[in-house]
């Protein structure tokens, strides 16, 4: 099993950038293809990134592609999320989540989920 915990969400004015962290516990987190997922007030959880183990692949949602990435840091059992150009409708709870051990699948599906931070962006 992983543990995930999310950090880094806040506040920011539209345009702006915010890097959202993740820290994976676990001695086999490289073997775990780990992905980001946000929940806005009054609406259901949405995929936002996913990324492979080896960080060679990467997928995104229309909504975010091109000004969100995803990274990890297999070494320090992290996974990142850069926003850039943020927008108001980008405003919801972020969390990360890890899939199946060396299952790299799409839709990508979390099976072990972090409490969320909270990401606020205005207009």
């Known amino acids: 099993q992983v543990q995930v915990v999310e950090s880094g969400g806040g506040l920011v004015q539209a345009g702006g950038s915010l890097r959202l962290s993740c820290a994976a516990s676990?001695?086999?987190?490289?073997?775990?293809?780990m992905g980001w997922f946000r929940q806005a007030p009054g609406k259901e959880r949405e995929f936002v990134a996913a990324?492979?183990?080896?960080?060679?692949?990467?997928y995104y949602a229309d909504s975010v592609k091109g000004r969100f990435t995803i990274s990890r840091d297999n070494s320090k059992n992290m996974v990142y999320l850069q926003m850039n150009s943020l927008k108001p409708e980008d405003t919801a709870v972020y969390y990360c989540?890890?899939?199946?051990?060396?299952?790299?699948?799409?839709?990508?599906?979390?099976?072990?989920w972090g409490q969320g931070t909270q990401v606020t962006v205005s207009s």
């Open positions: 676990g001695r086999t987190f490289s073997s775990y293809p």
């Open positions: 990324i492979r183990w080896s960080s060679r692949r990467t």
């Open positions: 989540a890890a899939g199946a051990a060396g299952l790299w699948e799409r839709p990508f599906q979390g099976e072990y």
